[in-house]
């Protein structure tokens, strides 16, 4: 049981080009999020997705697209990268019965140059 | 939306003091208190929850108040120790929000020995 694993761990992109980050899950769980992480400002919800086949908006969705064809997967993009996505993402997971904790993943670490 | 605010931002006590961060948040809707601790480097972690049925909730070291009224929900750590340490995060959810939280921007608590 791996949980939520993300990959990959770190990247290094230049203005302007394009990455997938990919979130998987090993739990069954039905919601799934991402998040960005930046200094001082706390966990930010950019997209998240209550079901295979649909995401919806966070808070900072602007410059992000995301995709969730697979229940156990959910795939953050970013089409033209812009230095101001440099930033930790973290993928969350937790399940549709009741309310819980949600359950995150080790992290990406990404440089825009 | 659901606004929630976290102080202090940083937090320095000496092995065996006690340490206590607070949250507010604005939507009385909000049903469910998570805490997240993330050590340097690592995912965020629930450490504690409480629900908005309970005025309290204690586990060990660790317990968690809520005050619906007021709408504050505070973490106190008792005998910290260095391995407390970290960045505590608090959250407010409304079970018919998608799982959705909301987090305050974190507390760094730094146990001295």
């Known amino acids: 049981n791996a949980g939520v694993t993300q990959t990959p761990k770190f990247r290094v992109l230049k203005t302007g080009q394009s990455m997938t980050l990919l979130c998987a899950q090993d739990?069954?769980?039905?919601?799934m999020y991402w998040y960005r992480q930046d200094p001082g400002m706390g966990l930010r919800l950019i997209h998240y997705s209550v079901g295979e086949g649909t995401t919806a908006k966070g808070e900072v969705p602007d410059g992000y697209n995301v995709s969730r064809l697979k229940k156990q997967n959910f795939l953050l993009g970013l089409e033209s990268a812009a230095p101001s996505q440099t930033s930790v993402y973290f993928c969350?997971?937790?399940?549709?019965?009741?309310?819980?904790?949600?359950?995150f993943g080790p992290g990406t670490r990404l440089t825009v140059l | 939306g659901e606004n929630v605010e976290q102080h202090p931002s940083t937090l320095s006590v000496q092995e065996g003091d006690s340490a206590v961060i607070k949250c507010t948040y604005s939507d009385s809707a909000s049903n469910y208190f998570p805490w997240y601790k993330q050590e340097l480097g690592k995912r965020p972690q629930l450490i504690i929850d409480i629900r908005s049925n309970v005025g309290e909730k204690k586990d060990q070291r660790i317990a968690v108040t809520l005050n619906k009224t007021a709408k504050h929900f505070s973490l106190h750590i008792t005998e910290t120790q260095p391995e407390d340490s970290a960045v505590y995060f608090c959250?407010?959810?409304?079970?018919?929000?998608?799982?959705?939280?909301?987090f305050g921007d974190g507390t760094t608590l730094t146990v001295k020995p």
């Open positions: 969350a997971s937790s399940t549709r019965r009741g309310i819980n904790e949600q359950f």
């Open positions: 959250a407010a959810s409304i079970n018919t929000n998608a799982g959705k939280s909301t």
């Open positions: 739990m069954n769980h039905e919601y």
